[in-house]
């Protein structure tokens, strides 16, 4: 009966699962990753890329926790660009093309390797719940349709899969994304257990034949000839194997579309769920935006296929329809689909119910990660799985949660958006959303974050040794900065030298005075001092944020008892049960007057 009990059970195998999954089993846990099919294990179901604005912080910041994905981004990647590159520090994003199939194959040969994990396939039909003899601490049991397991903790990573329908025209299919089976029956158990459930909706464009379009009428997009990598461990290297294209819809390709709105699936009425409103169907683009044209990228799906992704060109139009608004544009007038684009609906859970440890309130030892918490995106979904994973294994060794904040991550920024905020749309990360983003680079991720990760047992000898020696670096151009150099007419120390508004960063990495230091140690002290007056700015305000994340607030308290708490207020505060007054301030509803009641009301609890 031992094949049947684990220390954790992981619902779902995509980006979540893994991370969850790699996150448990380095802490030592005994984990079953159960997955609908062994084809869709970490599976780029949409576009084939890792990384973007804001993602790639997301991307480096798990690398920097010890998690996988940056790592098997860096090990299949076709095309490296790092993005914003006109823009300052916070906003510019690593972004990689990667091959579709040799990243799930990197990822799935892991998990294989991985004597922690046992890897299964099956359909999770549902979740059976028994506290008998263990002092309110649940027993899971996840039943398949031939098989039942059992373990104390359990995650949910069930991506866009449960009850999923795919869209096209007026033709309804109950699938999973890439034609993969949806899982039919999990929502009903679910829903039995006191979960409500609500309906999203997200789309994907069209594969279409590379050697079917004129490439020359596209605008070339060629890998940036600098040298990068997400992962700490992988060899920095500009990657440029295949390039991507750029083009434009033109006011032909509008018309189609126009004529054709009635036939999408959500004029038919058969949608219910709500849509992304950062990644919008072309009809939802032409209908919402008067634009003459609308740019999309055609990118390789991987080194040995003829498959190109439409990125940007995503509908729900009949097939016949979706042939006419692709050989509409230019290029593409002989172009040949070899997979449809879709629009594809999903059941997600309300993340306000999870506490910042992705564990649900109500159930202790529940987690949940990814889609399923009404996210979109591979890096939001693996951001969360490693949270959720740590978490689960503190939980099972019965230690505090491992909680990311607004201060110190994009990844606290995203959890504490979902259970303070929850999401009425697919939620994406943006560089918008995170207050303190000159401080959150993708730059200093490690410096933020490593030492947490080493602490947890996540961050292996190898890694970390390569953090102190950027640490070591830093610690040596400190000494150099009174250093004296030749600057036109002048002689300038190296710190006035830096300073100086002209002064680029490959101007500094080219100083003799530098020779042998790491370019990622120059690059911390160059951004250090070229924004030190901003960036001690909002250092303050930081320092302030987290001062307030430190006062506590009781778990289960009723905050309608707390006399002069306005009712509306108090509603909002039942329904979230913040961690922190700082927390509490965050929440729609609740305003700076409530937040001093709260103050004087925890002060004389304290004292009482």
């Known amino acids: 009966m031992n094949d049947f009990v684990f220390d954790a059970i992981i619902v779902g195998a995509g980006h979540a699962g893994i991370e969850a999954a790699f996150a448990l089993s380095k802490l030592g846990k005994r984990v079953l990753l159960l997955t609908i099919s062994l084809d869709n294990v970490s599976f780029l179901a949409c576009n084939p890329s890792i990384g973007g604005t804001a993602k790639g912080h997301l991307v480096k910041e798990i690398d920097a926790l010890g998690g996988l994905m940056g790592l098997a981004a860096d090990s299949t990647l076709i095309q490296l660009r790092m993005l914003n590159m006109s823009k300052g520090f916070a906003v510019q994003s690593l972004r990689a093309q990667v091959d579709k199939l040799k990243y799930h194959q990197f990822v799935k040969e892991a998990i294989e390797n991985d004597s922690n994990i046992e890897l299964r396939e099956g359909e999770a039909i549902s979740i059976d719940i028994d506290y008998a003899n263990t002092n309110k601490e649940p027993h899971y049991k996840v039943n398949t349709d031939q098989l039942s397991y059992q373990a104390k903790a359990i995650i949910l990573a069930c991506g866009v899969y449960l009850k999923s329908k795919v869209f096209i025209g007026d033709t309804i299919k109950e699938k999973g994304p890439s034609s993969f089976a949806s899982a039919t029956q999990l929502s009903h158990s679910l829903k039995n257990l006191g979960i409500p459930l609500r309906r999203f909706k997200t789309g994907t464009p069209a594969r279409v034949k590379k050697d079917s379009i004129s490439l020359s009428a596209l605008e070339l997009q060629t890998g940036e000839p600098l040298h990068y990598s997400f992962s700490s461990l992988s060899k920095k290297t500009a990657y440029d194997k295949l390039p991507c294209y750029l083009g434009y ?274 690059l911390e002290m160059y951004i250090a001092l070229r924004y030190e007056g901003y960036l001690a700015r909002e250092n303050r305000v930081r320092h302030e944020q987290a001062r307030l994340e430190e006062v506590g607030l009781p778990q289960g308290f009723d905050y309608k008892s707390i006399s002069g708490l306005r009712l509306e207020a108090a509603e909002k505060l039942n329904k979230v049960q913040p961690h922190s007054i700082a927390q509490a301030s965050r929440i729609a509803g609740v305003n700076p007057a409530d937040i001093n009641v709260l103050i004087v009301r925890l002060k004389a609890m304290n004292n009482d």
């Open 249 to 522: 819809t033109n006011n032909h390709t509008h018309d189609i579309i126009r004529q054709n709105l009635n036939l999408t699936a959500k004029s038919h009425g058969h949608t219910e769920g709500e849509g992304a409103r950062y990644c919008p169907s072309i009809e939802d683009k032409i209908e919402r935006f008067n634009k003459d044209r609308h740019p999309f990228f055609l990118e390789p799906e991987g080194l040995n296929t003829q498959e190109m992704y439409v990125q940007g060109i995503s509908t729900s139009l009949p097939s016949t329809v979706q042939l006419a608004v692709y050989r509409s544009l230019s290029g593409f007038e002989r172009v040949q689909i070899m997979r449809d684009a879709y629009a594809i609906e999903y059941d997600c859970i309300d993340p306000r119910c999870l506490s910042s440890s992705l564990m649900h309130k109500d159930f202790l030892g529940m987690f949940f990660a990814g889609q399923i918490n009404g996210t979109s995106g591979y890096e939001e979904a693996a951001a969360q799985g490693l949270v959720a994973g740590v978490n689960a294994a503190l939980y099972l060794d019965k230690k505090p949660p491992f909680i990311l904040r607004r201060d110190n991550s994009y990844i606290g920024v995203m959890i504490d958006d979902l259970v303070t905020k929850g999401a009425d749309e697919p939620y994406r990360m943006m560089t918008s959303r995170a207050e303190y983003r000159l401080y959150l680079r993708q730059d200093n991720a490690d410096l933020r974050l490593t030492e947490l990760g080493r602490g947890l047992g996540l961050v292996g000898d190898n890694q970390y040794k390569v953090f102190k020696q950027k640490l070591k670096g830093i610690a040596g151009i400190k000494k150099l900065l009174k250093n004296r150099i030749e600057f036109g007419d002048e002689v300038v120390s190296l710190e006035k030298y830096i300073k100086h508004h002209q002064i680029s960063f490959e101007d500094v990495m080219g100083l003799e005075v530098l020779k042998g230091i790491a370019k990622a140690a120059v």
